[in-house]
Antibody
């Protein structure tokens, strides 16, 4: 059974940093691209970042480019999102999602809440 | 940047058909995927590549895509279909994944 479990969310002050993790199991993690998607309270889905299976290709939404860094450790079956210079507008539930192929996000984690507030 | 526009809400009586549109410039040239999200839950893929269904998704869910509009159709709507629905594409010109604005489906 495919499982994605996010962790690392919490309350952080504006300008602070946080590192999210996503632990994957039930599939060959190293064969799939992975993504972070977020959802602000009461708002829609917003794609944040994507990383290919071997980390060769990395993409970011304009809203986080230069502040967030996506990475993965295939030996540990884990995906990460380092978030720096956090802003109030980064407050959201952050989901990790597996990319089956061609942007098909077939499995999602349950999400971790990040709150940026003073 | 590429924009996908959905109606904010669609209301439908049980047993009837709900149609949710997703508008984008020449979206017919892209592969469109649809997600269902119920309150407090993660999104679930319900249609991919315009019209294919993942295993476990009822045949009542179908999709089409042509010109500037993609459509998710839910036939014989049930109370359990009440949720938010999002379309999604990959925009190769910007190397960005794009989600639609989302549509809340209410079952009357």
């Amino acid at each position: 059974e495919v499982q994605l479990v996010e962790s690392g969310g919490g309350l952080v002050k504006p300008g602070g940093s946080l590192r999210l993790s996503c632990a994957a199991s039930g599939f060959t993690f190293s064969s799939y691209s992975m993504n972070w998607v977020r959802q602000a309270p009461g708002k829609g889905l917003e794609w944040v970042s994507s990383i290919s299976s071997s980390s060769s290709y990395i993409y970011y939404a304009d809203s986080v480019k230069g502040r967030f860094t996506i990475s993965r450790d295939n030996a540990k079956n884990s995906l990460y999102l380092q978030m720096n210079s956090l802003r109030a507008e980064d407050t959201a539930v952050y989901y990790c999602a597996r990319d089956l192929r061609d942007a098909i996000f077939d499995y999602w984690g349950q999400g971790t809440l990040v709150t940026v507030s003073s | 940047s590429y924009v996908l526009t959905q109606p904010p809400s669609v209301s439908v009586a049980p047993g009837q058909t709900a149609r949710i549109t997703c508008g984008g410039n020449n979206i017919g040239s892209k592969s469109v995927h649809w997600y269902q999200q119920k309150p407090g839950q993660a999104p679930v893929l319900v249609v991919y590549d315009d019209s294919d269904r993942p295993s476990g998704i009822p045949e009542r869910f179908s999709g089409s895509n042509s010109g500037n509009t993609a459509t998710l159709t839910i036939s014989r709507v049930e109370a359990g279909d009440e949720a938010d629905y999002y379309c999604q594409v990959w925009d190769s010109s910007s190397d960005h994944y794009v989600f639609g604005t989302g549509t809340k489906v209410t079952v009357l």
